[in-house]
């Protein structure tokens, strides 16, 4: 597969954008956790309930729901024709969302939440959208909820500072609210909830440190055994455990208005996703400057292939943002006039770039990343083969702004190039003078690992594949050392949708990291992304035998001597046929499901929950 625009490399290269967060707004190290319904779902069916939500940070705080009857569903399209999980609002069942206490979650005297919901309850009970506690006020880090009077309330390190905004929201409307702590400053000012860029209330906060909380991770809910439900979708939810300066925060804004079509008050500094201009509104990141911090840098991982780093002249109130509108790539001979060359070509991904500087020249690195770019082949080769391509609007002649300066790795790279001011805003791509040996490569579509209770499917599917031979599925434990977990053999030469799957029977305890190895017959091979998920084995818990079984079932309740346990019997229409509170005794605590009950053949699932862990173990009766 050689190709020289559309080329599979390693992730790390010594041309590295580090921010690759939302909005190219932070990393895994501080934003901590990532929520979008259109990555990680255990389905993207609409209407049908999903079992997992994984997260997008790189720390593998994923999800899940074990019971069917609390399980929120998969929409389509529900925010300018984006995905979101909607939450039932039923409160005998409470669909919610759980994962079990993570340290890196709070021990923290800063955090910066971002979410996108639109509510479809709002009334005088609490609805939270987020929260890590275990009830009320004990160990409790943050809960982000709605509350009396139809209004946005939040409650840092127990309910002593609760703090709310006198704005009230309605029902079946889009919103965008943040929230921003830092314990660092005046505890008057520690606090504030906004609406989109809208200041609603700077709040006091008498904690200095949200301190490691032995507590899950909650979505739709108070916490685990409250029966108030949320109510409508959310879409995204972003956790920084640092408080963003405020050009983070507007870019993270940016981000988010622009991909769900929800207008900001203020500071919007991004044009491309109007419909004038084409509707650019994908994976919009970007970089930008306030009195009280920049954000200088971002990952071409954050836009989908194009990552820009500023080296001078990012002075206060500058900025610049791109976006694209294709959720696939690929390379194309038509639409290349004014690219010169025997053989030109281009990427079919355009990004808008918006520009906000009035003052000295923004100079900055430009590059374009094969592997962010969803592209795979052979590693780029004779730099000056590479055109930074320009147009003002969507359709006419390029311009060839710039000649790549370097490669390295999967990337090319177009130094110090100058973004003037907004007479600079318009369409960018990178085009090749040489394309004659360059069939199209896979284009890999996605690539997801998923925990299903013991086990990890690993899925990924490709568009094109051209001289392909086989798949190697490698995992890590940190992230670096990479080792064979199995061989997929693949399609060879293909131009339809091929969708592959692979299971991992052995995953690592904890945080562990896989990625996709593509090789060619040729011998090449490139990589994918890494994603990663997080397997713990514990020793307190439950265990179920025999299993299968003929009726009677026996439960070993582990480890949680003096706590209160609710175990329960679900079939896997979330019917339940068992219900039993105990308070677990020393050591073991050993429960006889009478087989007099006759429990019908077919699959069941085993739960046992206590006031902030839940465990399941799912079982067959013959």
């Not at 949320?230 to 972003?238: N, S």
């Not at 970007?286 to 990012?314: H, K, M, W, Y």
């Not at 070993?556 to 001597?561: A, G, M, P, S, V």
Request: aromatic share 10%.
């Amino acid at each position: 597969m050689k190709n020289v625009l559309t080329i599979l490399g390693i992730l790390i290269s010594a041309f590295s954008f580090s921010q690759t967060g939302p909005a190219g707004v932070g990393s895994s190290s501080n934003n901590v956790f990532w929520l979008k319904a259109d990555a990680g779902t255990s389905s993207t069916t609409n209407n049908t309930r999903i079992s997992s939500w994984s997260d997008q940070s790189g720390n593998g705080i994923n999800m899940t729901q074990t019971v069917a009857v609390q399980q929120p569903s998969f929409a389509t399209s529900v925010i300018n024709g984006m995905p979101a999980i909607q939450f039932d609002n039923v409160s005998t069942t409470n669909d919610k969302m759980i994962s079990s206490d993570s340290p890196i979650l709070d021990n923290t005297s800063g955090y910066s939440f971002f979410n996108v919901i639109r509510p479809q309850n709002v009334d005088n009970e609490a609805r939270s959208i987020v929260s890590k506690r275990t009830t009320v006020g004990v160990d409790q880090s943050f809960m982000l909820f709605f509350f009396t009077g139809s209004r946005y309330y939040v409650d840092l390190q127990t309910t002593n500072n609760r703090f709310n905004t006198t704005t009230t929201y309605t029902a079946n409307n889009n919103y965008i609210l943040n929230t921003v702590y830092n314990g660092t400053i005046a505890a008057a000012s520690r606090a504030r909830a906004y609406t989109g860029e809208t200041l609603e209330i700077t709040a006091t906060e008498t904690n200095t440190l949200i301190p490691d909380n032995a507590s899950p991770l909650l979505i739709g809910t108070t916490d685990a055994t409250d029966g108030r439900p949320f109510g409508g979708y959310i879409a995204e939810v972003i956790i920084y455990t640092v408080t963003v300066n405020d050009a983070q925060r507007i870019l993270v804004n940016n981000y988010l208005s622009s991909k769900y079509d929800i207008a900001l008050s203020a500071n919007d500094k991004y044009s491309g996703d109007t419909p004038a201009n084409g509707d650019y509104d994908r994976s919009v990141a970007g970089v930008g400057a306030e009195a009280s911090g920049s954000s200088p840098t971002f990952s071409a991982s954050a836009a989908s292939g194009l990552g820009i780093r500023t080296l001078s002249g990012l002075g206060t109130g500058d900025y610049v943002l791109a976006g694209h509108a294709v959720p696939s790539n690929s390379v194309i001979t038509s639409d290349i006039i004014g690219l010169s060359g025997t053989n030109p070509a281009r990427w079919s991904r355009i990004w808008y770039i918006d520009v906000t500087n009035a003052g000295a020249v923004l100079q900055a690195d430009v590059e374009f990343d094969m592997v962010a770019g969803g592209m795979s082949g052979t590693t780029p080769a004779t730099a000056s083969n590479y055109k930074l391509l320009y147009r003002a609007g969507t359709s006419g002649a390029w311009s060839e702004a710039a000649t790549a300066s370097s490669i390295s790795g999967t990337k090319v790279i177009f130094a110090s190039y100058n973004f003037n001011n907004n007479a600079d805003d318009g369409y960018y791509t990178i085009g090749t003078m040489n394309n004659a040996l360059s069939p199209l490569p896979i284009e890999l579509l996605s690539f997801d690992a998923i925990m299903n209770d013991k086990h990890v499917d690993i899925t990924w599917a490709t568009a094109t594949e051209i001289n392909n031979d086989y798949y190697t599925i490698e995992k890590s434990k940190d992230g670096i050392n990479f080792e064979t977990s199995s061989i997929v053999d693949a399609a060879g030469n293909s131009v339809s949708l091929i969708n592959y799957k692979d299971v991992d029977t052995n995953p690592f305890e904890g945080i562990s990291y896989y990625r996709l190895k593509q090789t060619d017959f040729n011998g090449t091979f490139s990589y994918s992304k890494i994603v990663s998920v997080n397997y713990t084995l514990s020793n307190d818990g439950i265990s179920v035998f025999p299993n299968p079984t003929d009726g009677e079932i026996n439960i070993n309740i582990k480890d949680l001597e003096g706590k209160e346990v609710l175990v329960v019997i679900r079939d896997i229409t979330g019917k339940e046929c068992f219900s039993k509170v105990i308070i677990s005794q020393e050591n073991l605590q050993l429960i006889a499901v009478d087989s007099e009950q006759k429990l019908a053949a077919g699959t069941y699932i085993v739960t046992a929950s206590t006031s902030n862990k839940l465990y399941s173990k799912k079982i067959i009766v013959k």
